[in-house]
């Protein structure tokens, strides 16, 4: 069966299941460059809100979150907004060591491995899109919380990666990436700036 006819009949199915459930069905998309088959967008541009639990002058939490704001305003034409007073934002990171994290009682417990995460508290199956022959759901995020953890074998720049890498999740970024320098990429790495690939990947659903 060739792949044209393959999308065709794809097509024809999630057209049934729109009339069957009144989800909505999206056009294709351009890009897609991670390797979840699912992705999602705020409605509206949301508040951060943060707490740093640990004072430690080498965790550069408020520096982080602040260039992860301005990366993804860039990429998404958002106006992102991080505060440490409204704790009405819909979504909320705290910033410590493990055991700090985990003191909370408000996630799983911490690995020692783990440089940063991002819960989906509150999102919403809004549709479909489809990129090639494969389909991919879209959800609306209404409430997420994350943390990130503070580790003396991180560098500056590990620390600026890990919030705009969870600041990506939590606008709707699910999955990650392949490419060793990508931002999206899991680990331990230095790069701060999103690629151009990153930003195509989010901006192409935020402006449907």
Known sequence: MSIRKKLSIIIL?????TVLTGTAIAAPVSYWYSDSDNIGKWETSPKI???????????????ALGHAKLEWNDALGTSIAVT???TSAPIKFYGGTKAQIDALNLFAPV????LGMTAYTDIRRKGVYTYGSSVKTWYTHHEINGYLVSRTDLSYNNFIKTATHEVGHAMGWRGHSSPANWVMTQGKIETITLSTEEKNHLHQIYVR
């Open 13 to 17: 199915v999630l057209a049934i299941l």
């Open 49 to 63: 809100w943060y707490s740093k639990i640990d004072p430690s002058s080498s965790f550069p939490m408020a520096v």
């Open 84 to 86: 440490t007073n409204d």
């Open 111 to 114: 690995s020692t491995t783990t």
